[in-house]
């Protein structure tokens, strides 16, 4: 048997984009406890032992038009359609006249927004705690803590919910894979996070989870793509951490596109700021000037208020 682990429906301004992947195995038997260490934990390792349709050619059925598809060696496929629907679409997958499970009631359908204001994401450590910065906190908190009990970053939860008011287009790049699909969208259902559509790195096996470097350019690349297809009067607030390569990422693209960026946020993860760390700071102030590297002690009114003005004045 076979079925879709993901897939996302969303609209720019001009163009639709799906994208999804599609593994052996039975949609019935994936776990969907959000409080079970023991489940969660046999759920994070199963997703790692999936394989998935790799090279594969099906029929995508969308609003009754057929569209031939083939996944790359991740099991992954994307298709770019140059309309939009302004309602969620019908949809369904065959493969030699057989159709393949899907969750639809779940499916992410994203329709374009005309707000003024964007928002591109991380999740780790931007969104809810994942101790990225060191492999085995890394791994203890993936495996051991369900997603109900993940942490949540208070700062960004607050700005996020002022900005939703906007009713903007969400966008959650991130360098996790997607095989933690799942159990990322539990964790931002669970926590009340506004509805976003996933950008995340190729489903891996174990064997490549261990072996295959990921794309350094997977970030940069994903994030200059959403903003050239989104309408060109669209401004974007950005939210990242100083775990990874956000402050570096979040630069070029300041540089690249100064006019539409609002205002950029880094989560400080640490109350000691490593040089190198503070370099990359003070690199990323000087491009652009209206960003904010917060923490616990950030004056969260102030930005609340701040984005409130912001937001009500574009509206």
Same mark, same amino acid.
Not at 275 to 304: A, G
């Given at each position: 048997?076979?079925?879709?682990?993901? @897939?996302?429906?969303?609209? =720019?301004?001009?163009?639709?984009?799906?994208?999804?992947?599609?593994?052996?195995?039975?949609?019935?038997?994936?776990?969907?406890?959000? +409080?079970?260490?023991?489940?969660?934990?046999?759920?994070?390792?199963?997703?790692?032992?999936? /394989?998935?349709?790799?090279?594969?050619? =099906?029929?995508?059925?969308? %609003?009754?038009?057929?569209?031939?598809?083939?996944?790359?060696?991740?099991?992954?496929?994307? @298709?770019?359609?140059?309309?939009?629907?302004?309602?969620?679409?019908?949809?369904?997958?065959?493969?030699?006249?057989?159709?393949?499970?899907?969750?639809?009631?779940?499916?992410?359908?994203?329709?374009?927004? %005309?707000?003024?204001?964007?928002?591109?994401?991380?999740?780790?450590? $931007?969104?809810?705690?994942?101790?990225?910065?060191?492999? #085995?906190?890394?791994?203890?908190?993936?495996? #051991?803590?369900?997603?109900?009990?993940?942490?949540?970053?208070?700062?960004?939860?607050?700005?996020?919910?002022? @900005?939703?008011?906007?009713?903007?287009?969400?966008?959650?790049?991130?360098? +996790?894979?997607? !095989?933690?699909?799942?159990?990322?969208?539990?964790?931002?259902?669970?926590?009340?996070?506004?509805?976003?559509? &996933?950008?995340?790195?190729?489903?891996?096996?174990?064997?490549? &989870?261990?072996? $295959?470097?990921?794309?350094?350019?997977?970030?940069?690349?994903?994030?200059?793509?959403?903003?050239?297809? +989104?309408?060109?009067?669209?401004?974007?607030?950005?939210?990242?951490?100083?775990?990874?390569?956000?402050?570096?990422?979040?630069?070029?693209?300041?540089? +690249?596109?100064? !006019?539409?960026?609002?205002?950029?946020?880094?989560?400080? /993860?640490?109350? %000691?700021?490593?040089?190198?760390?503070?370099?990359?700071? %003070?690199?990323?102030?000087?491009?652009?000037?209206?960003?904010?590297?917060?923490?616990?002690?950030?004056?969260?009114?102030?930005? &609340?208020?701040?984005?409130?003005? &912001?937001?009500?004045?574009?509206?």
């Amino acid at each position: 048997m076979k079925y879709a682990w993901y @897939i996302s429906i969303v609209e =720019f301004h001009a163009k639709t984009i799906v994208q999804g992947i599609i593994v052996k195995g039975n949609l019935k038997g994936r776990n969907q406890n959000s +409080s079970n260490i023991v489940l969660h934990l046999f759920t994070v390792i199963e997703s790692y032992f999936k /394989t998935t349709e790799k090279n594969s050619k =099906f029929e995508f059925y969308l %609003n009754g038009d057929i569209y031939l598809i083939q996944t790359n060696k991740h099991g992954s496929f994307n @298709i770019e359609i140059n309309k939009i629907f302004k309602k969620k679409p019908d949809i369904e997958i065959k493969q030699l006249g057989k159709t393949i499970e899907c969750d639809y009631e779940s499916l992410g359908y994203f329709p374009y927004r %005309n707000s003024p204001f964007d928002i591109i994401s991380d999740i780790d450590d $931007t969104i809810y705690v994942s101790n990225t910065a060191s492999f #085995f906190k890394r791994i203890k908190t993936l495996t #051991f803590i369900p997603s109900s009990k993940r942490k949540m970053i208070d700062f960004t939860q607050k700005l996020f919910s002022i @900005i939703n008011m906007g009713n903007p287009n969400i966008y959650f790049v991130s360098k +996790s894979e997607f !095989n933690l699909a799942p159990i990322i969208l539990q964790i931002l259902q669970l926590n009340k996070v506004p509805n976003g559509t &996933l950008f995340l790195t190729p489903f891996l096996n174990f064997n490549q &989870l261990i072996t $295959t470097k990921k794309d350094s350019n997977f970030k940069i690349e994903t994030i200059t793509s959403i903003m050239n297809q +989104s309408n060109p009067n669209k401004r974007y607030i950005l939210f990242g951490d100083d775990t990874q390569r956000d402050m570096e990422v979040y630069e070029r693209i300041a540089r +690249s596109f100064k !006019n539409r960026i609002a205002r950029i946020y880094i989560h400080q /993860t640490k109350m %000691n700021v490593r040089k190198r760390k503070l370099n990359l700071w %003070n690199k990323l102030k000087t491009t652009f000037p209206n960003s904010v590297y917060f923490n616990k002690n950030t004056d969260i009114e102030k930005e &609340l208020e701040l984005l409130n003005e &912001l937001i009500s004045i574009k509206n």
